[in-house]
């Protein structure tokens, strides 16, 4: 009779040491999704800070302004045609195909990151994994 406790015992303890890891790594998830949305919309900041200062005077930047430019897309068509991070080396390098007229631009990987944060938010909305 005692080993029967004893085993129902270790087995109560057993699942509510899985049940708590499951909300735990529930936590952590949510924790870590909500702090990538944050990362995420502070390196689109920048990228917005960037394509102000060195694109708009081509490029639409928004979500529904004309390129000042006829030959050079608005951004929210490029992101629509080609994977951003696709683009990250082309920023890397100097991106030198483009429209005609278009000046080389050279980017270090900070402002890679926060141009490509951009153009992510002007795409369609990321799935949100399930729960």
Do not use: W
Not at 5 to 19: E, G, H, N, Q, Y
Not at 98 to 109: I, K, L, N, T
């Amino acid at each position: 009779m005692r080993l029967s406790s004893v085993i129902v015992a270790t087995l109560v303890l057993a699942a509510a040491v899985d049940m708590f890891a499951v909300f735990s790594a529930a936590d952590v998830r949510a924790q870590r999704s909500e702090y990538n949305e944050d990362l995420q919309a502070k390196l689109a900041a920048v990228g917005l800070a960037i394509v102000e200062e060195k694109c708009a005077r081509c490029h639409a930047i928004g979500m529904d302004d004309q390129s000042p430019h006829e030959k050079a897309p608005p951004f929210r068509d490029v992101v629509m045609r080609y994977p951003s991070e696709n683009l990250a080396e082309a920023l890397a390098e100097g991106i030198v195909s483009g429209h005609p007229d278009m000046p080389v631009f050279v980017f270090v990987p900070d402002e890679i990151e926060g141009f490509i944060a951009y153009l992510d938010s002007l795409g369609p909305e990321p799935e949100k994994p399930r729960k």
